[in-house]
């Protein structure tokens, strides 16, 4: 799916945003902090701040992430003067003070127009999302950052808070893309799923790497796929096997199932407990295979690792083309169903 079919589907800010952090380029995690700094900052109705008072929270969240997991390409080049490098230096005592240290904000303050700034509202291929969320002011002495409507309509809708765990899955998952001994395998086979804690992990180490429901959601435009409602992850929310896994143990009982393996990623989606609870062991309706095929195009859309986990199911898929559709292969599933 394209980014513009993506927007198509709901032509909202919101949509815009999730572009910017779901289909976006990553050769570094900068356009993550930034966002999450941006959500803070507007959550609080904030339309117009200083550059340095942006960059604390940015600056923060980088030397805590940067503790953790890498923040770059394994083999990636981060010299001294490289905010990365400069993050790693300055972790420790940041981590001491609870804030950034002055030569830490000071690098994130010099960076941040000629960097990440410019790069938020970019997509691969060099368009752009149809929504600016902030615009740089002022003089390099004294920088401001004008918050835009549109980002303050994102951060204080009624979904704000699945977005906020949208990004926080994202960036873990392209933190583990980056990681040494993880990142390859990722890219190269996708990712699984650790069922007693319904989250990914990676098929070698299985390492857990974020929880379903947050992964998948924001490409389902936050709704429930059963109902299309929104679906907010303060609710009570189950991860559904579109196609009931039920299926694959009563066609075992009677010769064999023939078609994929439902207990993976392309089959689960993110829905209200209750739709889950009375949906069963039904199939999917054609409106629920049309959605989940629009979400299963989307991951298409976005970079490696979910991508990858879906591209390898097409081609698997007996007879498939490299140019298959997820409509077309839901519809020979079902066909396998009846």
């Known amino acids: 799916m394209t980014a513009d079919a993506f927007f198509s589907a709901e032509p909202s800010a919101r949509s815009s945003w999730r572009l910017a952090i779901l289909m976006g380029a990553n050769s570094r995690t900068y356009k993550f902090a930034l966002g999450e700094a941006l959500l803070e900052h507007a959550r609080h109705g904030h339309t117009e701040i200083l550059l340095r008072e942006l960059a604390v929270p940015y600056a923060m969240s980088l030397a805590e992430h940067a503790a953790k997991a890498p923040q770059a390409p394994e083999g990636a080049s981060i010299g001294e003067a490289d905010f990365l490098g400069i993050a790693a230096a300055e972790r420790e005592e940041t981590r001491q003070l609870g804030r950034p240290t002055d030569l830490l904000l000071d690098a994130a303050v010099k960076s941040m127009p000629a960097m990440v700034m410019q790069k938020f ?107 299309d409602d929104v679906l907010d992850l303060a609710d009570a929310v189950a991860v559904d096997h579109v196609f009931p896994y039920s299926l694959m143990q009563r066609y075992a009982s009677v010769g064999a199932w023939t078609g994929p393996d439902l207990d993976v990623l392309w089959n689960l989606a993110p829905a209200h407990e209750a739709c889950n609870s009375a949906k069963s062991d039904r199939l999917p309706r054609p409106d629920e295979l049309d959605r989940l095929a629009r979400r299963n195009e989307a991951i298409m859309g976005s970079p490696h690792p979910l991508r990858q986990t879906l591209r390898l199911v097409l081609q698997a898929a007996p007879g498939s083309r490299v140019s298959v559709r997820w409509a077309d292969f839901l519809h020979e599933v079902q066909r396998c169903c009846l």
């Open 121 to 227: 509202h970019n997509l691969r291929g060099g368009s752009q999302v149809p929504h600016r969320f902030y615009e740089v002011t002022g003089s390099p002495r004294r920088r401001s950052v004008r918050l835009t409507p549109e980002l303050l309509q994102v951060a204080q809708s009624d979904q704000a808070t699945g977005l906020r765990a949208e990004l926080g899955a994202r960036w873990s998952i392209v933190e583990c893309s980056f990681a040494a001994g993880i990142g390859r395998a990722l890219v190269q086979e996708g990712v699984t799923v650790n069922w007693p804690t319904v989250e990914l992990t990676d098929k070698r180490r299985r390492r857990s790497i974020a929880g379903v429901a947050d992964a998948l959601l924001g490409f389902q435009h936050g709704r429930c796929l059963t109902c």
